[in-house]
Protein backbone atom coordinates (compact mmCIF):
# COMPACT_ATOMS: atom_id res chain seq x y z
CA UNK A 1 0.00 0.00 0.00
CA UNK A 2 1.09 3.67 -1.04
CA UNK A 3 1.60 6.15 1.34
CA UNK A 4 -1.37 8.13 2.41
CA UNK A 5 0.05 11.09 3.36
CA UNK A 6 0.14 13.19 0.38
CA UNK A 7 -1.69 11.10 -2.33
CA UNK A 8 -2.28 11.94 -5.69
CA UNK A 9 -5.95 11.21 -5.56
CA UNK A 10 -8.43 10.71 -2.96
CA UNK A 11 -8.29 7.52 -0.91
CA UNK A 12 -12.26 6.09 -0.50
CA UNK A 13 -12.77 5.37 3.31
CA UNK A 14 -15.53 3.54 4.29
CA UNK A 15 -16.89 3.43 8.06
CA UNK A 16 -19.83 2.04 10.31
CA UNK A 17 -22.23 3.21 12.59
CA UNK A 18 -22.86 -0.36 14.35
CA UNK A 19 -25.56 -1.06 16.42
CA UNK A 20 -26.43 -2.99 18.82
CA UNK A 21 -29.67 -2.42 21.08
CA UNK A 22 -28.87 1.17 22.50
CA UNK A 23 -25.05 0.70 22.23
CA UNK A 24 -22.74 2.05 19.06
CA UNK A 25 -19.52 0.71 18.56
CA UNK A 26 -16.57 2.76 18.36
CA UNK A 27 -12.67 2.34 17.81
CA UNK A 28 -9.96 4.50 19.06
CA UNK A 29 -7.38 5.46 16.72
CA UNK A 30 -4.38 4.05 16.08
CA UNK A 31 -3.13 5.64 13.12
CA UNK A 32 -3.15 9.49 11.94
CA UNK A 33 -5.39 11.52 10.63
CA UNK A 34 -7.16 11.73 14.33
CA UNK A 35 -4.97 9.23 15.84
CA UNK A 36 -6.09 8.52 19.47
CA UNK A 37 -9.34 9.99 18.95
CA UNK A 38 -12.62 7.43 19.11
CA UNK A 39 -14.19 6.91 15.68
CA UNK A 40 -15.99 4.15 14.01
CA UNK A 41 -15.05 1.11 12.27
CA UNK A 42 -13.70 0.92 8.95
CA UNK A 43 -10.85 1.66 6.43
CA UNK A 44 -9.89 1.41 2.93
CA UNK A 45 -12.11 0.03 0.15
CA UNK A 46 -9.85 -3.15 -1.47
CA UNK A 47 -9.94 -3.04 -5.87
CA UNK A 48 -12.93 -5.41 -6.55
CA UNK A 49 -14.68 -5.20 -3.30
CA UNK A 50 -18.19 -3.42 -2.52
CA UNK A 51 -18.37 -0.30 -0.40
CA UNK A 52 -20.80 -3.53 1.79
CA UNK A 53 -18.31 -6.49 1.55
CA UNK A 54 -14.92 -2.94 2.91
CA UNK A 55 -17.68 -2.35 5.80
CA UNK A 56 -18.22 -5.61 6.89
CA UNK A 57 -14.57 -6.55 6.41
CA UNK A 58 -12.92 -3.15 8.06
CA UNK A 59 -15.39 -3.76 11.14
CA UNK A 60 -14.30 -7.43 11.64
CA UNK A 61 -10.63 -6.24 11.32
CA UNK A 62 -10.67 -3.88 13.69
CA UNK A 63 -13.26 -4.96 15.99
CA UNK A 64 -13.44 -8.42 15.91
CA UNK A 65 -17.47 -7.83 15.10
CA UNK A 66 -19.49 -9.07 12.13
CA UNK A 67 -22.21 -7.04 11.16
CA UNK A 68 -25.94 -7.26 9.07
CA UNK A 69 -28.29 -5.16 7.23
CA UNK A 70 -25.26 -2.67 5.70
CA UNK A 71 -26.99 0.62 4.29
CA UNK A 72 -25.64 3.77 3.35
CA UNK A 73 -25.87 6.78 5.06
CA UNK A 74 -23.55 9.55 3.70
CA UNK A 75 -20.75 9.96 1.88
CA UNK A 76 -17.88 12.79 3.63
CA UNK A 77 -15.22 14.88 2.08
CA UNK A 78 -12.37 14.60 4.91
CA UNK A 79 -9.50 16.62 3.41
CA UNK A 80 -6.49 17.92 5.70
CA UNK A 81 -3.54 20.68 4.34
CA UNK A 82 -0.81 20.90 5.99
CA UNK A 83 0.94 24.10 7.42
CA UNK A 84 2.33 24.84 4.18
CA UNK A 85 -1.46 24.52 2.42
CA UNK A 86 -0.61 21.27 1.14
CA UNK A 87 -3.22 18.38 1.02
CA UNK A 88 -1.71 15.67 3.35
CA UNK A 89 -3.99 13.80 3.60
CA UNK A 90 -7.78 13.42 1.39
CA UNK A 91 -10.28 10.87 2.12
CA UNK A 92 -13.81 10.23 0.52
CA UNK A 93 -15.82 8.97 3.53
CA UNK A 94 -18.57 6.51 2.66
CA UNK A 95 -20.74 5.91 5.83
CA UNK A 96 -22.99 2.90 6.26
CA UNK A 97 -25.33 2.02 8.70
CA UNK A 98 -25.17 -1.55 9.97
CA UNK A 99 -26.34 -3.98 12.64
CA UNK A 100 -24.42 -6.12 15.12
CA UNK A 101 -24.50 -10.18 14.20
CA UNK A 102 -21.53 -11.40 16.77
CA UNK A 103 -18.65 -10.97 18.55
CA UNK A 104 -17.35 -8.62 21.21
CA UNK A 105 -15.08 -6.03 20.56
CA UNK A 106 -11.42 -6.22 20.61
CA UNK A 107 -8.68 -3.90 19.03
CA UNK A 108 -7.54 -4.74 16.26
CA UNK A 109 -5.49 -3.98 12.66
CA UNK A 110 -5.39 0.13 13.09
CA UNK A 111 -7.43 0.30 16.04
CA UNK A 112 -5.59 0.65 19.25
CA UNK A 113 -9.14 0.15 21.01
CA UNK A 114 -12.70 -1.14 20.33
CA UNK A 115 -15.87 -1.05 22.75
CA UNK A 116 -19.58 -0.33 23.04
CA UNK A 117 -20.73 3.30 24.09
CA UNK A 118 -24.66 3.75 25.29
CA UNK A 119 -25.98 6.26 22.31
CA UNK A 120 -26.33 8.80 25.91
CA UNK A 121 -22.65 8.83 26.16
CA UNK A 122 -21.35 10.17 22.67
CA UNK A 123 -23.43 12.95 22.65
CA UNK A 124 -20.87 13.67 25.18
CA UNK A 125 -17.98 12.58 23.81
CA UNK A 126 -15.24 15.31 22.39
CA UNK A 127 -15.08 13.09 18.69
CA UNK A 128 -15.14 14.63 15.44
CA UNK A 129 -18.38 16.36 14.67
CA UNK A 130 -18.61 14.51 11.17
CA UNK A 131 -18.63 11.42 13.04
CA UNK A 132 -21.48 12.63 15.60
CA UNK A 133 -23.39 13.79 12.48
CA UNK A 134 -23.35 10.47 10.89
CA UNK A 135 -24.35 8.42 14.30
CA UNK A 136 -27.21 10.69 14.40
CA UNK A 137 -28.07 9.86 10.93
CA UNK A 138 -27.90 5.85 11.88
CA UNK A 139 -29.95 6.53 15.03
CA UNK A 140 -33.15 8.35 13.38
CA UNK A 141 -33.24 5.98 10.68
CA UNK A 142 -33.39 3.37 13.23
CA UNK A 143 -36.93 2.14 15.17
CA UNK A 144 -37.45 2.84 18.65
CA UNK A 145 -36.41 0.02 21.11
CA UNK A 146 -38.96 -0.81 23.11
Not at 52 to 64: D, I, K, S, W
Not at 100 to 113: F, H, L, N
Amino acid sequence: MEDRRYPNYPLVGVGAVVTRGTEILLIKRGKPPRMGSWSLPGGLQELGETVHQAAAREVLEETGVRITNIALLDIIDSIHHDKQGAVEYHYTLVDVAAEWVAGEPIGGSDAADARWFQQSVIVEMDIWPETKRVIEMALRRKPALP
